[in-house]
């Protein structure tokens, strides 16, 4: 079993929808949660990051986590064209060494 | 802002050659990494570095060694190339006192074995 799980979609929504994307994970050592972006034939960027449990927001992106679940959730409202990535969950314990999901596809129609 | 620069964006190269990939950054980060991104297998951590000279291997490190003569520069090396390492290859970097500010990414290099 793989330390972090994610749906690789690929997933498409109308321009202006509510997306949800979701991973889910088995190290429970794991403090800091993370979610890339990345573009076509680009490397990943950070979007956000959440230490521990609870919400975090930053303009339409809101980032979850439930350790009690071991679940991490990203939220995109109001879902533009240019929000069209794949987006990569990542854990880390106390360690430098992160642990990213395999990415879930993205598309927003317009 | 840090940035990672990858020396070849594309990159072919014939069974058996030897190969370099070549890492730069620009922000005397102690931390370096080198993944692989095939599609339905995510990232996978080949090797790392916490330090110069200093390398430790991954999770699939087999066929691939790598080279940190100097803190800002983090070489990948397939000694002999074969086609299951065709792959887009990712170097990052990471300053270990902010583990929360994550990896910074190169652009990746896509190589192809023939």
């Known amino acids: 079993q793989k330390e972090v799980e994610q749906d690789p979609g690929p997933l498409s929504v109308p321009e202006g929808a509510i997306v949800s994307l979701n991973c889910t994970y088995s190290n429970s050592a794991f403090q800091y949660f993370m979610w890339y972006r990345q573009y076509s034939r680009k490397g990943p960027e950070l979007l956000m990051y959440?230490?521990?449990?609870g919400n975090k927001e930053d303009g339409r992106f809101t980032a979850q986590v439930d350790k009690s679940s071991k679940y991490i959730s990203l939220f995109i409202r109001d879902s533009q064209p240019s929000d069209s990535a794949t987006y990569l969950c990542a854990m880390s314990g106390s360690a430098s060494k992160i642990i990213f999901g395999s990415g879930t596809r993205l598309s927003i129609r317009p | 802002d840090v940035k990672v620069t990858q020396s070849s964006r594309y990159l072919v190269k014939r069974t058996g050659e030897k190969v370099f990939l070549e890492c730069v950054q620009d922000m005397d980060h102690e931390n370096m990494f080198w993944y692989r991104q095939d599609p339905g297998l995510g990232l996978r951590l080949i090797y790392f570095s916490y330090d110069v000279k200093m390398k430790e291997k991954g999770d699939i490190p087999e066929g691939y060694s790598v080279s940190r003569e100097k803190k800002e520069r983090f070489s990948l090396i397939l000694e002999s190339a074969s086609t299951n390492q065709t792959s887009m290859y990712l170097c990052a970097s990471q300053t270990p006192d902010r583990v929360v500010n994550g990896y910074t990414f190169g652009s990746g290099t896509r190589l192809t074995v023939v």
């Open positions: 959440t230490y521990s449990s």
